[in-house]
């Protein structure tokens, strides 16, 4: 089958998390993403990792897990040589994304205004913290700072622990997928108008449209988040509950699930009591009501109760390790991971594309590059001989 993205060139400049996130969308659906690196130990994420002799050898865990289907060339841009590989890359290319600070590919002379010189369709994409506008734009950030920026971090936890930040990096990841949306789109527009674009990614501009809802009660209602912990904000009963074995998520968000949930728990009178009949009465006393229910989940497993209260219609789930939420059947059903082989590590189980197209499906055809592994074969694509390469290694562009 044909691929979504095939026959789209994607010049790839990120490093660590937001930026190579945004292009492993686009290479899972077919773009020939061609990842340029610095020769002196590449992307930052290539030494990331918990695995040791990984992070040695320049692919670590990090790296590993949002590289695939991508080529690796090494591009020292310092050098005019470089540089000059760099445009004539830029020539028949589609996309070119970085994640620098602003100014810096000014300062290399490669800036979007030079580069739109050598190819007026290329889309170009520009990820960073704060935008590259701005009383911020300068300011160096990671995603715990713009987690702590953006107020996410004033939305989590409860009464004893707040602030508290996303156990993965949110921020980064959203950012990703922003720039992925961003540069989709605007392929959607040169298609209809030939034209290409300059894009702004901001990774605070990404995030803080996430908390629409919470937002949205502050802006609009004048109410500022209250942390809540595991509890939703926007309904009771629902939230994390104790059972006879563990926990149990029940988020009984309807009047109607409500109702159907006091009766499974063979509660039936709290229909009718004053304190949790109406929605925002619960709401209000949902720290009564909770230790209500969870003496009656307390009797029986999770297990019990998430086959009684589905069977219901009533949404719950049990609260599963990592681990097992990894292996679940439903997750191997969906052919959310796959195995790639990578010759010197062997199989690596990794996330492929989760959107299922039925006509132009992804999926993970190569392993992630070793540093420098594409470079002989791009420079080769566009005319640079043998003789060529070792006169740019030598003078240290490659």
């Not at 989590?156 to 930040?165: A, I, K, S, T, V």
Request: hydrophobic fraction near 40%.
């Amino acid at each position: 089958m044909s691929k979504i993205f095939e026959g789209v060139r994607v010049l790839d400049m990120t490093n660590v998390l937001a930026g190579p996130f945004s292009t492993e969308l686009l290479a899972l659906c077919g773009a020939d993403v061609i990842k340029i690196e610095n020769p002196s130990g590449g992307d930052l994420a290539r030494k990331l990792g918990n695995v040791t002799q990984l992070n040695a050898e320049l692919m670590g865990t990090s790296f590993l897990a949002q590289n695939a289907n991508k080529k690796s060339l090494t591009l020292n841009l310092k050098v005019d040589e470089a540089k000059e590989i760099f445009l004539r890359l830029v020539e028949d290319a589609d996309i070119v994304v970085e994640n620098f600070r602003p100014g810096v590919m000014e300062r290399l002379g490669l800036g979007y205004p030079v580069l739109r010189k050598r190819n007026h369709r290329l889309i170009y994409c520009a990820i960073s913290g704060f935008g590259q506008t701005g009383p911020d734009a300068l300011k160096p950030a990671y995603d715990q700072i713009i987690q702590g920026l953006s107020g996410v971090m004033d939305v989590n936890g409860d009464e004893r622990l707040h602030p508290l930040r996303a156990g993965f990096p949110v921020c980064d990841t959203v950012g990703g997928l922003n720039a992925a949306f961003a540069m989709v789109s605007a392929l959607f527009h040169r298609e209809r108008t030939g034209e290409g674009q300059f894009i702004d990614v901001a990774l605070l501009d990404s995030i803080m449209p996430l908390m629409g809802w919470v937002a949205a009660n502050l802006l609009i209602g004048g109410q500022s988040p209250v942390p809540m912990g595991n509890d939703n904000f926007t309904a009771a009963p629902s939230g994390t509950f104790r059972t006879a074995d563990g926990f149990i998520n029940i988020a009984a968000n309807q009047q109607q699930q409500w109702e159907d949930l006091a009766a499974c728990v063979g509660l039936p009178e709290l229909k009718d009591d004053v304190r949790f009949k109406e929605r925002d009465t619960r709401k209000k006393n949902r720290k009564l009501l909770t230790p209500i229910l969870e003496a009656k989940l307390t009797t029986m497993s999770t297990e019990h109760w998430v086959e009684v209260l589905n069977e219901k219609g009533i949404p719950s789930g049990a609260i599963v390790s990592l681990e097992e939420a990894l292996k679940a059947p439903q997750i191997a059903h969906r052919k959310s991971i796959q195995t790639i082989d990578e010759p010197k590590i062997g199989p690596l189980k990794l996330f492929t594309a989760t959107a299922k197209f039925d006509k132009t499906p992804g999926a993970i055809e190569t392993p992630p590059p070793r540093l420098s592994q594409h470079t002989c074969e791009v420079l080769k694509s566009i005319g640079y001989s043998d003789d060529d390469l070792a006169r740019l290694r030598a003078a240290g562009a490659v």
